[in-house]
């Protein structure tokens, strides 16, 4: 196991909680190779200011940590680390519960609405590997809608568990994707939190 530091931060149910095992990652995903290097400290690493070796790594905890198949992105969009990502979902299952894990909805009866589901579908991906959760994600760019749909499809073990809807204008968040007398026990989004596209990328170090 590659030693790193412990993200104390982290959800205590979080699986990346203990750092990554490169030689596990490069197993799963050989094309993560190329971008393995050591740290400053001798211990195996990425480049993380490299937007091709994050895409790599995530790609690589997707298959090895929650049994995916396929994830890519169109060029230009945006590539979210998955660790925080499933931070998100696992404070979302603890509210989901009122503070009780035993209470913890597991399973599609729990269905969740993530708004701006981006061409990235991490968080249908994660929430329905996790807990099996289903996922309604909506976006107003149709490219990114085309993007969840193809990676929902690419990976038969949520494939059933994730629809993607257009939304057709960008003022109204629920209008027009939302069925008569659909109900979901939670709805999410991911915040505008990148001032620039550069800033985006400095997020990733």
């Known amino acids: 196991m590659i030693r790193q530091a412990r993200k104390e931060a982290m959800h205590p149910r979080n699986r990346f909680r203990n750092g990554y095992d490169f030689s ?17 400290y001798g211990d195996a690493s990425i480049d993380y200011a490299n937007p091709a070796a994050v895409t790599a790594l995530n ?29 998100y979902l696992h404070y979302l299952a603890d509210l989901l519960a009122a503070g009780r894990p035993a209470n913890i909805p597991r399973g599609p009866s729990a269905r969740v609405l993530d708004i701006g589901v981006g061409a990235n579908c991490i968080y249908p ?48 968040c629920f209008a027009n994707v939302i069925a008569a007398n659909e109900h979901f026990a939670a709805s999410m989004c991911n915040p505008p939190f990148h001032a620039s596209a550069a800033e985006a990328a400095a997020g990733n170090l």
């Open 59 to 87: 790609r690589a905890l997707l298959i090895s940590t929650y049994g995916l198949q396929r994830w890519e992105l169109p060029r230009g969009y945006l590539c979210p680390p998955i660790p925080g990502r499933s931070d």
């Open 125 to 172: 991906l994660v929430g329905a590997s996790e807990y099996g959760w289903r996922f309604v994600g909506t976006d107003i760019d149709p490219v990114a809608c085309r993007s969840a749909r193809e990676l929902a499809a690419a990976n038969p073990s949520v494939a059933d568990l994730i629809e993607i809807r257009l939304q057709s204008s960008p003022a109204r």
């Open 24 to 40: 596990q990652l490069v197993g799963a995903s050989p094309e993560l190779a190329p971008y393995v290097r050591p740290n400053p």
